[in-house]
T-cell receptor
């Protein structure tokens, strides 16, 4: 069946460091791929998405490219901020199952 | 983006009672709704998927008689935790997806505490 495998972390970075959170998937068909973010005490918000192969989703300095050849959708940001501290989830549109979530903590 | 309202945001109930959580799509028709339970250390577990007018499809290991899901309209789904026990205490989250099926929108979650 469809599934998502996500780097679990936790990840701790200093401000302005480069961030990568890995996400790989197994899916039938051509699902959309998502990254959601959950800030402390809040629900999930869509961070970015890509609907087809080679699409790049981007938002708030974060980017992820839908790579069919490697079945990956890795999340990247060139320079993280303290306000980026949150839990990040990768997901497939087929069944909206989530990866395990990666807790990111950015220190000043 | 579209808005999904989940209510209540917090509820405390006594063991043995039932609790109903509502999930409403406010500005779109939700053909599919998802219910999740979030455990400590952030793991988000899909409990069930429901399509309007149909019975919910439950994930393996989720008791359908304990977690009753109703999706009677295109804007409302409810999760009822029946005969609640302290181990049911958790954070429950719903999400809704429209017919175009390109994105799911999430409610703010419900913190259930069973005492």
């Amino acid at each position: 069946g469809d599934s998502v495998t996500q780097m679990e972390g936790p990840v701790t970075l200093s401000e302005e460091a480069f961030l990568t959170i890995n996400c790989t998937y197994t899916a039938t068909g051509y699902p959309s791929l998502f990254w959601y973010v959950q800030y402390p005490g809040e629900g999930l918000q869509l961070l970015l998405k890509a609907t087809k192969a080679d699409d790049k989703g981007s938002n708030k300095g974060f980017e992820a490219t839908y790579r069919k050849e490697t079945t990956s959708f890795h999340l990247e940001k060139g320079s993280v901020q303290v306000s980026d501290s949150a839990v990040y989830f990768c997901a497939l549109s087929n069944d909206m199952r989530f990866g395990a979530g990666t807790r990111l903590t950015v220190k000043p | 983006g579209a808005v999904v309202s989940q209510h209540p945001s917090r509820v405390i109930c006594k063991s043995g009672t039932s609790v109903k959580i509502e999930c409403r799509s406010l500005d779109f028709q939700a053909t599919t709704m998802f219910w999740y339970r979030q455990f400590p250390k952030q793991s988000l577990m899909l409990m069930a998927t429901s399509n309007e007018g149909s019975k919910a499809t439950y994930e393996q290991g989720v008791e359908k008689d304990k977690f009753l899901i109703n999706h009677a309209s295109l804007t409302l789904s409810t999760l009822t935790v029946t005969s609640a026990h302290p181990e049911d205490s958790s954070f429950y989250i719903c999400s809704a997806m429209g017919a175009m099926n390109t994105e799911a929108f999430f409610g703010q979650g419900t913190r259930l505490t069973v005492v």
